[in-house]
């Protein structure tokens, strides 16, 4: 999720603030959040071993980052205990720093 383009295209860096990213399953109704906060973290890539890897600022400078995703996997099929009771949305443990 990255907020409107309008909003942050004319800073300095051409950069929005933050940005997110997230995982939905193939009928949009559960989705998981795979990274929040106050970062940007953008150019997701799965690897064959169930790893995602992207770019992210949150260190201070854009490093290359990894998360597992079984977790994430799960709860965007439904079948996480992750999913809050009520709501189709879920939150999956840290990315680590590569």
């Given at each position: 999720?990255?907020?409107?383009?309008?909003?942050?295209?004319?800073?300095?860096?051409?950069?929005?603030?933050?940005?997110?990213?997230w995982?939905?399953?193939?009928?949009?109704?559960?989705?998981?959040?795979?990274?929040?906060?106050?970062?940007?973290?953008?150019m997701?890539?799965?690897?064959?071993?169930?790893?995602?890897?992207?770019?992210?600022?949150?260190?201070?400078?854009?490093?290359?980052w990894?998360?597992?995703?079984?977790?994430?996997?799960?709860?965007?099929?439904?079948?996480?205990?992750?999913?809050?009771?009520?709501?189709?949305?879920?939150?999956?443990?840290?990315?680590?720093?590569?």
């Amino acid at each position: 999720s990255v907020p409107n383009p309008s909003e942050w295209a004319a800073s300095v860096d051409n950069r929005p603030e933050y940005a997110d990213l997230w995982m939905v399953d193939v009928d949009g109704v559960a989705q998981v959040n795979l990274t929040k906060g106050g970062s940007v973290d953008m150019m997701p890539t799965w690897s064959t071993n169930g790893q995602l890897y992207f770019v992210s600022n949150r260190s201070g400078a854009e490093s290359l980052w990894s998360m597992e995703t079984r977790e994430a996997v799960l709860a965007a099929r439904g079948g996480a205990s992750a999913i809050n009771a009520g709501e189709n949305s879920a939150t999956v443990a840290a990315p680590t720093d590569n």
